[in-house]
């Protein structure tokens, strides 16, 4: 952290000192929210909801992003700052209290050495369940391999499949060479999905897939590449919650949510590639989704489901 290069930005600032780079972040995490979320993948979620922690800022801008009051409000998040013994004492909370059946980190990957400090405080205190890493995708191998044996399962986004489209929306450079190194990274360690006798997920990989409208997300290339370069017995997420928050409205090619047609193409490639592994989420459910992390005890009111 001293000459930071946790992510594949390696902005080079000393965090050690607070200095920051493009994701906003010095040397604390910043963590914008932490409840027992229901909406996600039902191998993580569980019957008794997923111990999410949201880490604010973010190593991209997504345009769209419906994250965007934590992951580019940057000025407000700085209030938000912790230390790791208080971070540690929220996920025993998540876990003991709650009864969540895993720690899901959400927008780690400009704070990986903080999640391990906080981990190595949480275990002697009773910490016992998964460790579930939620990210964009856009992250670095070599932080990836420190996490080797810490993180149980991996929840990354392939976002793209060209660099062009990447780089436009998310202001990510190379973000289909980082994506797709990390993606294989996380499943040397973890290989395929494990689950309990309850379904619920204790170690292994899931792909999520969002959706864009126009072709955006390279879903055919995205795919394909799973298939063939990943395994064919893959689990991935198919998300269909596109929907135009934050500035996409703006954008011609993201001002719309996804249509019937083109998620139905979406479904006719997993069967082209032999993608069966996973999850499809239902259409017309995308504003089921849209958090307000300015809402008192919990940015998600209502919770969808996917089905299998």
Same mark, same amino acid.
């Given at each position: 952290?001293?000459?930071?290069?946790?992510?594949? +930005?390696?902005?080079?600032? %000393?965090? $050690?000192?607070?200095? +920051?780079?493009?994701?906003?972040?010095?040397?604390?995490?910043?963590? #914008?929210?932490?409840?027992?979320?229901?909406?996600?993948?039902?191998?993580?979620?569980?019957?008794?909801? #997923?111990?999410? /922690?949201?880490?604010?800022?973010?190593?991209?801008?997504?345009?769209?992003?419906? %994250?965007?009051?934590?992951?580019?409000? +940057?000025?407000?998040?700085?209030?938000?700052?912790?230390?790791?013994?208080?971070?540690?004492?929220?996920? $025993?909370?998540?876990?003991?209290?709650?009864?969540?059946?895993?720690?899901?980190? /959400?927008?780690?990957?400009?704070?990986?050495?903080?999640?391990?400090?906080?981990?190595?405080?949480?275990?002697?205190?009773?910490?016992?369940?998964?460790?579930?890493?939620?990210?964009?995708?856009?992250?670095?191998?070599?932080?990836?391999?420190?996490?080797?044996?810490?993180?149980?399962?991996? $929840? *990354?986004?392939?976002?793209?499949?060209?660099?062009?489209?990447?780089?436009?929306? &998310?202001?990510?450079? %190379?973000?289909?060479?980082?994506?797709?190194?990390?993606?294989?990274?996380?499943?040397?360690? /973890?290989?395929?999905?494990?689950?309990?006798? #309850?379904?619920?997920?204790?170690?292994?990989?899931?792909?999520?897939?969002?959706i864009l409208p126009n072709g955006i997300?390279?879903?055919?290339?995205?795919?394909?590449?799973?298939?063939?370069?990943?395994?064919?017995?893959?689990?991935? #997420?198919?998300?269909?919650?596109?929907? *135009?928050?934050?500035?996409?409205?703006?954008?011609?090619?993201?001002?719309?949510?996804? &249509?019937?047609?083109?998620?139905?193409?979406?479904? +006719?490639?997993?069967?082209?590639?032999? $993608?069966?592994?996973?999850?499809?989420?239902?259409?017309?459910?995308?504003?089921?989704?849209? *958090?307000?992390?300015?809402?008192?005890?919990?940015?998600? &009111? /209502? &919770?969808?489901?996917?089905?299998?």
């Amino acid at each position: 952290m001293s000459s930071c290069d946790i992510c594949p +930005r390696e902005c080079h600032v %000393n965090r $050690l000192e607070n200095k +920051r780079g493009f994701c906003h972040s010095g040397y604390l995490p910043i963590v #914008s929210a932490v409840c027992a979320h229901h909406g996600e993948e039902p191998a993580i979620s569980g019957s008794k909801g #997923s111990g999410t /922690v949201f880490f604010g800022n973010c190593n991209m801008r997504c345009v769209y992003c419906q %994250n965007y009051q934590i992951s580019q409000g +940057r000025k407000r998040q700085k209030s938000k700052e912790m230390d790791f013994r208080k971070l540690a004492e929220n996920m $025993l909370y998540l876990q003991d209290e709650l009864g969540c059946q895993n720690i899901n980190f /959400v927008s780690p990957s400009h704070f990986v050495p903080q999640l391990v400090r906080a981990v190595l405080e949480a275990v002697p205190l009773g910490l016992n369940i998964p460790l579930v890493y939620n990210s964009s995708g856009y992250d670095s191998v070599a932080s990836l391999k420190e996490l080797d044996g810490i993180i149980s399962v991996y $929840l *990354p986004d392939l976002r793209y499949a060209s660099d062009i489209w990447a780089r436009k929306f &998310s202001h990510a450079r %190379n973000y289909v060479t980082h994506a797709r190194a990390a993606i294989k990274e996380m499943c040397r360690q /973890v290989g395929e999905l494990v689950v309990d006798e #309850s379904g619920v997920a204790q170690r292994g990989l899931i792909v999520r897939h969002l959706i864009l409208p126009n072709g955006i997300a390279g879903s055919e290339e995205s795919l394909t590449w799973l298939a063939r370069e990943v395994s064919p017995t893959v689990t991935v #997420s198919i998300m269909a919650q596109y929907y *135009p928050s934050h500035k996409a409205r703006d954008e011609r090619l993201l001002s719309r949510t996804i &249509s019937q047609a083109e998620y139905e193409e979406v479904l +006719r490639l997993l069967d082209e590639v032999g $993608l069966e592994n996973g999850w499809v989420q239902e259409i017309g459910v995308a504003e089921n989704y849209l *958090p307000d992390f300015d809402r008192e005890g919990h940015p998600f &009111s /209502v &919770s969808a489901d996917l089905k299998r």
